[in-house]
């Protein structure tokens, strides 16, 4: 992940925009009228939450991400945005050194020990008589062959060196066994197997990179039952939920995740079909985890086991903040971490009440359709923790209605949503039978008052952050191209002249939706403009850490080449791909514009009909493009993109 990336994953472009734009939530998305052209009639300036990037659709016809955003409005060059951004969003900006570079470099070597690690576990599960029982407790507890693939569970061996023999054998040093935390080191510097004898669930990053193991006894006897790595460089668990790697997608479709509170209870709902499910791995919920969350939906499920969040743990977390709150009374109100996140995160978060001891597992493996009641049943952690601390409690109590109403208030006054926030003030006041006025106490308002005082202050010095917003479609494509441009900047002259030959314009700065990649290409653009450093040293003496790209594609067709005529074609076929792309989203902008969610209609039907002919036009003509020998076009391509072209015209 690059410092931009950094940035964009703790920012909500939503937010900064709405500092200074008024915007009205249509849908999924926000509108309003731009702040870059005057216009009090109809508003055509619209911000994306899930690529987060924005457009108008107006004078401006322009767009892109929150640094595009700044950037204009600040009338900054990049440089400068990315140092506001930066300190807005608490990320430290690292010169580029030798010593960046190595800590990268260990980062890699550690994912590299851990899959051979993780193929290790996987073989001796598969392959030995001793990894046998692993298999059959998954088998037991419903598991597939199919699941127990796909989720690359394994064992680990009862011996103390097994998997540094086999480790040693691949040439991996021994100090990189131990900070990946595979390996434990005893006091005569001698090191030893972390994990012995355990079910072993390899734990990765949301993009599937590996981050270390959890471990589960098979003998009842041994302790603890769950051991997970220690923290090292790629891993800290609570910046990490395990299975989001495999829910990502799902969760984005179903605008909604479920978390639950163990590794088997991840994957028996996957295997199941609720492929939105992970878990924090046993430890209490973080803001980092639901930041990882919001970047897929701000629809959020507890389902965690009933011994230990259903009741009694929300119960511990509210106890936790009342004492706190008697020591200092400006402490703000933390249920585990529920309040905070909902207040800042402006989420929607539930709480299921789950039958019996059952966990979420074995109710799904018995039957799919109660787990779908359960979690259509959730109710908002208001009502939850209202209601829980209710239970076994004598309501006519004057004392038991004080303690309720001073734990569940500030979980109301925390709330975003005015509306919400009286609804819940009077449904608690019926349920305690009590005067709604009583619930506004002075007290309670100006500890109301202060907290938000407190926070807007340290709002300032240090912001929150917000990880991991979704990229959108291009990124890829453009980091691609710009990784290549970089190593060779006069490909560009080629480039330019092969999109001329095939009649399409040449490459030009509305190719890019992101802000880096934007910078990046005009630092390649002015280093051939320029004559007196080479086009090389021009760029290695003005590139940042922020305009390193990874070499990293993973669409089919791009390879990275090997030889000078299939790397023109592949950065030919970036292009091409990327305008299409760009085209898409402009067809399903313009449909949005005309939909039902927005008030009042941008453009007339007449105007809608020529751009519509207008963008298909350019879309047939790029599909010619990419079935030319020049974007390296082949019979199977071609086929490819000839029923893509008809799908799409019948559309």
């Known amino acids: 992940m690059t410092v931009v990336d950094d940035i964009k994953d703790r920012l909500d472009i939503v937010e900064i925009v709405g500092q200074t734009v008024k915007l009205r939530r249509t849908g999924k998305n926000y509108i309003g009228f731009c702040p870059f052209h005057s216009n009090t009639r109809t508003p055509s300036f619209v911000v994306f939450p899930e690529t987060q990037t924005w457009r108008c659709f107006g004078q401006c016809n322009e767009g892109g991400d929150i640094f595009g955003y700044v950037m204009k409005r600040e009338g900054l060059d990049f440089s400068e945005t990315l140092r506001q951004l930066a300190e807005k969003a608490g990320v430290t900006l690292i010169q580029n050194t030798p010593e960046s570079q190595a800590d990268q470099q260990t980062k890699q070597d550690l994912s590299a020990v851990l899959e051979e690690a993780a193929s290790f576990y996987r073989q001796q599960m598969l392959n030995t008589p001793a990894g046998k029982k692993a298999l059959d407790y998954l088998h037991k507890r419903g598991l597939?062959?199919?699941?127990?693939?796909?989720?690359?569970?394994?064992?680990?061996?009862?011996?103390?060196?097994?998997?540094?023999?086999?480790?040693?054998?691949?040439?991996?040093?021994?100090?990189?066994?131990?900070?990946?935390?595979?390996?434990?080191?005893?006091?005569?510097?001698?090191?030893?197997?972390?994990?012995?004898?355990?079910?072993?669930?390899?734990?990765?990053?949301?993009?599937?990179?590996?981050?270390?193991?959890?471990?589960?006894?098979?003998?009842?006897?041994?302790?603890?039952k769950y051991l997970n790595s220690p923290a090292t460089d790629v891993f800290d668990k609570g910046r990490l939920l395990y299975g989001l790697d495999l829910a990502r997608k799902s969760i984005r479709s179903l605008n909604q995740a479920v978390i639950v509170e163990g590794y088997m209870d991840v994957i028996g709902l996957h295997q199941a079909g609720f492929s939105n499910a992970v878990s924090p791995m046993g430890t209490a919920l973080t803001e980092d985890q639901f930041r990882l969350i919001k970047r897929l939906t701000r629809n959020v499920v507890l389902a965690l086991d009933p011994d230990a969040a259903g009741q009694n743990a929300t119960l511990k977390g509210l106890e936790t903040a009342r004492k706190a709150m008697d020591q200092e009374s400006e402490i703000r109100f933390d249920s585990r971490g529920l309040l905070r996140v909902e207040q800042h995160l402006n989420a929607d978060i539930r709480v299921t009440e789950l039958p019996g001891l059952m966990d979420p597992d074995e109710i799904v493996l018995e039957d799919p359709d109660v787990w779908k009641q359960i979690i259509t049943k959730a109710k908002p952690v208001v009502v939850h923790v209202m209601e829980t601390l209710a239970a076994n409690q004598d309501l006519r109590d004057a004392k038991v209605k004080r303690d309720i109403a001073s734990q569940v208030m500030p979980l109301i006054d925390d709330v975003a949503d005015a509306v919400e926030r009286e609804a819940y003030r009077q449904q608690l006041a019926a349920f305690l039978r009590v005067d709604e006025r009583s619930l506004k106490s002075t007290r309670t308002e100006l500890a109301h008052s202060r907290r938000r005082k407190i926070e807007n202050d340290q709002a300032d010095v240090i912001p929150a952050s917000m990880l991991n917003k979704p990229a959108h479609k291009n990124q890829k494509l453009e980091r691609y191209l710009l990784h290549d441009l970089f190593i060779d900047p006069e490909g560009l002259f080629r480039l330019d002249k092969t999109l001329c030959n095939l009649g399409l314009d040449p490459i030009m700065e509305s190719d890019f939706q992101s802000a880096d990649t934007l910078a990046g290409f005009r630092l390649i653009r002015d280093s051939l403009r320029q004559v007196d450093y080479t086009p090389a040293d021009y760029i290695e003496a003005r590139l940042t850490s922020a305009l390193e790209f990874e070499e990293n594609p993973t669409f089919v067709e791009v390879q990275y080449a090997i030889t000078k005529e299939k790397r023109d074609q592949h950065q030919v076929r970036a292009v091409v791909r990327m305008r299409l792309n760009r085209l898409e989203d402009r067809l399903e902008e313009i449909k949005f514009l005309q939909s039902d969610e927005v008030d009042s209609k941008t453009y007339t039907d007449e105007e809608v009909q020529f751009l519509y002919l207008e963008l298909l036009q350019k879309r047939r003509m790029l599909d010619k493009a990419l079935l030319a020998p020049q974007a390296g076009g082949s019979t199977r391509v071609r086929k490819t993109s000839s029923i893509k072209s008809k799908s799409r015209d019948k559309a």
């Open 144 to 224: 597939t062959d199919e699941t127990i693939k796909i989720w690359g569970l394994g064992y680990a061996p009862g011996g103390w060196t097994a998997l540094l023999d086999h480790l040693r054998m691949k040439n991996f040093e021994p100090a990189i066994l131990v900070s990946a935390g595979l390996m434990t080191e005893r006091e005569d510097g001698s090191i030893y197997d972390r994990f012995r004898n355990r079910l072993m669930f390899p734990i990765r990053g949301p993009y599937g990179q590996m981050a270390g193991f959890g471990g589960r006894v098979l003998d009842p006897d041994d302790v603890p």
